[in-house]
Antibody, heavy 120, light 110 residues
Framework: EVQLVESGGGLVQPGRSLRLSCAAS????????MHWVRQAPGKGLEWVSG????????AYADSVKGRFTISRDNAKNSLYLQMNNLRAEDTALYYC?????????????WGQGTLVTVSS | QSVLTQPPSVSAAPGQKVTISCSGS????????VSWYQQLPGTAPKLLIY???KRPSGIPDRFSGSKSGTSATLGITGLQTGDEADYYC???????????FGGGTKLTVL
């Protein structure tokens, strides 16, 4: 069974940093692309970033480009999101999601999310 | 403003059929597979349809997907009260080099 467990969310002041982690199990982690998708309170889904199986291909939404960095450690079956210079509009539930063979192909499993609140 | 356009809401009676549309462009739906997701209240999204019309194991055949040109459609037959949820379409956009989602459609089963 695919399991994705996010951690690292919390309350942070504008301009500060936060690092999210995602522990994956139930599948061969280094065979799949991975993603971060967020959902602001009461709003729809917004894709944040995706990374290919060997980290050679990485993509970001324009809204986070230059501030967020996605990475993965295949030896630890883990996905990360380093978020710098956080803004109020980054407040959201952040989901770790499993992709397929490429970043461009389907997103098929989602974790339960970790909440990030950016407020002074 | 979402890149993919969905109706904000649809409704139908139990047992009836409903369709949800998703409109895009040649940069996204026109050249990439479409996925559909169901998000029940208070839960994470769940994959319903991938590669335009394929169902993952465990998804009942009441759910179907189709694509024509730059639009895609999710169909749900034999509506149940448990189908009340938000539904999202999603695909890759080659111009933005990013995944894009529709704004979501809230299904109400009257």
């Amino acid at each position: 069974e695919v399991q994705l467990v996010e951690s690292g969310g919390g309350l942070v002041q504008p301009g500060r940093s936060l690092r999210l982690s995602c522990a994956a199990s139930g599948f061969t982690f280094d065979d799949y692309a991975m993603h971060w998708v967020r959902q602001a309170p009461g709003k729809g889904l917004e894709w944040v970033s995706g990374i290919s199986l060997s980290s050679e291909s990485i993509a970001y939404a324009d809204s986070v480009k230059g501030r967020f960095t996605i990475s993965r450690d295949n030896a630890k079956n883990s996905l990360y999101l380093q978020m710098n210079n956080l803004r109020a509009e980054d407040t959201a539930l952040y989901y770790c999601a499993k992709g397929a063979d490429y970043v461009e192909t389907r997103i098929d499993y989602w974790g339960q999310g970790t909440l990030v609140t950016v407020s002074s | 403003q979402s890149v993919l356009t969905q109706p904000p809401s649809v409704s139908a009676a139990p047992g009836q059929k409903v369709t949800i549309s998703c409109s895009g462009s040649s940069s996204n739906i026109g050249n990439h597979y479409v996925s559909w997701y169901q998000q029940l209240p208070g839960t994470a999204p769940k994959l319903l349809i991938y590669e335009n019309n394929k169902r993952p194991s465990g998804i009942p055949d009441r759910f179907s997907g189709s694509k024509s040109g730059t639009s895609a459609t999710l169909g749900i037959t034999g509506l149940q009260t448990g189908d009340e949820a938000d539904y999202y379409c999603g695909t890759w956009d080659r111009g933005l080099t990013a995944w894009v989602f529709g704004g979501g459609t809230k299904l109400t089963v009257l």
